[in-house]
């Protein structure tokens, strides 16, 4: 036999943590990385925060598991805690951010088929997403290298350029049921959409009655500075889709809506065995705590300004490496004018700092949301002298 014993879907590294502490990781052999990359914006609050913790010991030995065919006042107090905070009337609870977009997708379908327009099943999505790998989720994507193999894909979507309103609008016909976007592309090599951009979509989508359904799976949760990145652009969704952050760690998502927006989700439409159980719902009460807390998100704002203003200072000492910094928050890209990832291997191996590769050649930055300044200066002084001594390939 051949095969691992895990399934061989990733394309692992040396790195093997066993023990994290705050914003590092330690490997199985002592050593320390930086990590700022916070599985990939899931570690919102770093490692072992003595909060979240606590509330994870103190329900496990209370309730781990039961059933949703019962009451759930664990659900009911941190779904209503994020309805007075957003703009959801309602909130429907996963495992994972594709499960989260599943529901997201399945409920602007459905309320389409309850206003009698079933007709309406089609979503608008944009290039160089990336919204999950289930078989809908993929779908939603246009990336060959998501989708090849796992033909038939599920119809129900179109793709326009990301940030080409007039382009996006030439794709609604009598099939649209409204558009799926992310407010700052991830994946896609953290290119933030412009104000033009979302505040439009949401202007038709009012016009002409369709829905706004937003992927905030990794840029919510406070990444931004803001509690969901569509206070950026002052506008809000019908649907949303969040998870990463939501648990910092533990796994949980949501699907967030309004009245209207879930009008077709009535009993029998949807559901998860283990999608709002009493665990994950303690872990989302602790990370809520901590996020809403006094100050939290303007000090995300504050170390987001430091890092993109020390990076900027940063790019003309390395003008043969980087090109320009993206994003926004401690939601950062780093362009690079060769392989990002292998600039985000060389950082690992061999300067003891993670980061996490994006499309476009681009080194995503997502250190945990409580660091410091002088986690900014440890991270900035690692990046200079891995820029300082990587040599780029011929063909990269």
């Known amino acids: 036999m051949t095969i691992t014993p895990l399934m061989p879907v990733y394309p692992r590294c040396g790195v093997r943590p066993v ?41 496990a030995a209370t309730l781990m598991h039961m059933s949703n065919l019962y009451g759930s006042p664990q659900g009911e107090h941190l779904a209503q805690r994020l309805v007075d905070a957003t703009f959801a009337d309602t909130v429907f609870f996963t495992n994972s951010g594709a499960e989260a977009v599943e529901c997201a997708i399945k409920t602007a379908r459905r309320y389409h088929c309850a206003e009698g327009r079933p007709e309406r099943n089609t979503l608008i999505t944009f290039n ?21 193999g796992f033909e038939p894909l599920l119809p129900g979507f179109r793709y326009a350029p990301f940030n ?29 959409g412009t104000d033009a951009f979302l505040q439009g979509l949401r202007k038709v989508c009012d016009e002409q009655g369709l829905l706004l359904v937003l ?79 006094d100050g939290f998100l303007d000090h995300v704002t504050a170390m987001g300004e430091r890092l993109r203003a020390s990076l900027e200072q940063m790019i003309p000492n390395h003008d043969h490496l980087f090109q320009e910094v993206r994003g926004r928050g401690l939601m950062l ?44 200066a440890e991270f900035t002084q690692k990046l200079s002298e891995a820029a300082r001594v990587y040599v780029p390939v011929a063909d990269d």
Do not use: W
């Open 19 to 59: 023990r994290g502490e705050g914003v590092y990781l330690y490997g199985e052999d002592g050593q320390q990385y930086l990590d700022f990359a916070s599985g990939i914006a899931v570690n919102a609050l770093g490692h072992g925060h003595p909060h979240l913790v606590k509330a994870i010991a103190d329900q």
């Open 164 to 192: 080409d309103l007039d382009a996006a609008l030439a794709l609604i016909d009598e099939t649209t049921a409204g558009f799926l976007v992310e407010p700052i592309q991830g994946e896609g090599g953290l290119m933030a």
């Open 128 to 148: 160089n997403a990336f919204h999950g790998r289930t078989l809908g989720t993929i779908s939603a994507t246009n990336q060959p290298k998501m989708r090849d």
């Open 333 to 376: 890209g780093l362009k690079l004018k060769s392989d990002s990832r292998r600039f985000v291997a060389h950082c690992r191996d061999h300067h003891g700092l993670l980061t996490v590769a994006a499309g476009d050649n681009v080194v995503r930055i997502l250190p945990p949301l409580v660091i410091d300044e002088s986690h900014v």
């Open 215 to 293: 992927d905030e799976v990794q840029c919510g949760y406070g990444r931004t500075g803001k509690f969901f990145a569509h206070e950026l652009y002052g506008i809000t969704p019908d649907i949303m889709a969040v998870a990463k952050g939501i648990g910092a760690g533990f796994p949980l998502g949501a699907c967030l809506a309004t009245e209207r927006a879930a009008k077709g989700m009535v009993a029998g439409t949807h559901g998860s065995t283990y999608g709002g159980n009493p665990l994950a719902m303690a872990a989302g009460e602790a990370v809520l705590d901590v996020l809403m807390g």
